[in-house]
């Protein structure tokens, strides 16, 4: 569901490019078989340039997007990143917006009313991550912000319709 175009999406893009995404280890399972990792010494695999994806809970980023969306608790952030077809483990909505200079990288959801597909930049959307989910193909620089709550509240339906 569209619920809202993003608050500071210029601003937040400049955020994204000038961060650095550290890779992840926790999420080579989303990432596909074809997603390029390395080795660390201790034997953990990581995602390698130029697919990234890191979790914060603090930070530049997550107070900005904490200004539109007060109820979530930590954002998993997205570099280049393709996912396959998965599920999550958290509970109620995630909220999904797409910023860069790419064309495709929607996302497909399997939901029980049929096969949903977010794909304008700088809009929020919100779909429930229990539902099988992936990246559309992309060519060009793309970053995905997924914000979530491990606690489950009433969310609204639109931004700025907030209830607790």
């Known amino acids: 569901m569209d619920v809202g175009p993003v608050a ?3 601003h937040l893009l400049t955020l994204l490019r000038a961060r650095g995404f550290r890779g992840s280890s926790t999420r080579l ?12 010494h ?21 107070r900005v997007v904490r200004e ?15 996912c396959a077809k998965h599920k999550d483990k ?36 919100r779909y429930n991550g229990r539902w099988p989910h992936w990246t559309e193909d992309f060519e060009g620089e793309r970053y995905a912000i997924v914000a979530l709550s491990l606690i489950h509240i009433s969310e609204p339906t639109r931004l700025g319709m907030i209830s607790y």
């Open 29 to 40: 399972n989303i990432a596909g078989p074809d997603a390029e990792t390395w080795t660390h």
């Open 42 to 62: 201790g034997g953990r695999k990581f995602l390698k340039e130029p697919v990234l994806s890191d979790v914060v809970k603090s930070g530049v980023i997550f």
């Open 8 to 10: 500071n999406a210029s």
């Open 68 to 82: 539109q969306l007060p109820w979530i608790d930590r954002l998993t952030l997205n570099k280049n990143l393709k």
């Open 90 to 125: 958290n509970e109620g909505f995630s909220y999904i917006c797409f910023l860069g200079d790419c064309s495709g990288g929607g996302l497909f959801v399997e939901s029980p009313d049929g096969l949903l597909h977010f794909n304008e930049k700088g809009r929020w959307y």
